[in-house]
């Protein structure tokens, strides 16, 4: 009888942001995240000058943790998250562990997408999620081997999900999803009127 497995498993991390660290109030850090895009002129004026569409401090803003209370309560979470995740992976951190390398903010209006991408020089990355209007774009993995298969046919339609070649995870408000830095992942089109507000983040291993 043939023995068939899968080999070289991809990993994703979907939990609720509360079930590690201080409450974070869904409100509250929306709140702030406008605040920041409405006072950080240096982030309007990237996001224009490179056609980015709605608002990202990730070319301006380096300190979100430290600036604002909220992040620093949101990166304890976050944390433990992570360790729970590089738990699952069996990663052997050494003597050295992973950390917050970078944390930014994400307003995406209507129209808006983020095209497919790694996080190259992390080891993983994510999203927590702080506004998801009803019909706003999941996220969109697609699989890593996807550029070696080369004459290979389609999967059947409603192929199992290990098999799929784009996985779409759609998350809730609340929600914290993460994966390793190398998978390519993108934000469709926000067919939304209203903004999908996310902060993404990557760990590095120091």
Not at 35 to 44: L, M
Request: aromatic share 10%; proline share 6%.
């Amino acid at each position: 009888m043939a023995n068939i497995r899968s080999l070289f498993a991809t990993r994703l991390y979907r939990a609720a942001l509360s079930e590690h660290g201080p409450s974070i109030d869904a409100d509250e850090m929306a709140s702030s995240c406008y605040s920041i895009a409405e006072d950080d002129e240096a982030g309007q004026e990237w996001c224009e000058a490179n056609d980015y569409p709605g608002y990202t401090s990730y070319a301006s803003l380096t300190d979100l943790p430290w600036r604002f209370p909220i992040f620093g309560d949101l990166v304890k979470s976050l944390d433990a998250h992570v360790a729970a995740f590089a738990g699952d992976l069996e990663f052997d951190l050494g003597d050295k562990a992973l950390v917050l390398e970078d944390i930014w903010i994400n307003i995406l209006p209507e129209g808006g997408m983020h095209a497919s991408h790694i996080h190259p020089h992390s080891v993983i990355s994510g999203t927590t999620y702080v506004a998801m209007p009803a019909g706003t774009s999941a996220l969109k993995l697609e699989d890593p081997r996807l550029p070696f298969m080369m004459a290979a046919p389609v999967r059947r339609k409603g192929c199992r999900e290990e098999l799929k070649t784009f996985v779409y995870e759609a998350p809730k408000v609340g929600d914290v999803l993460l994966w390793e830095s190398w998978l390519r992942h993108e934000v469709p089109m926000n067919m939304a009127e209203d903004e999908r507000i996310s902060v993404s983040f990557n760990y590095k291993w120091e």
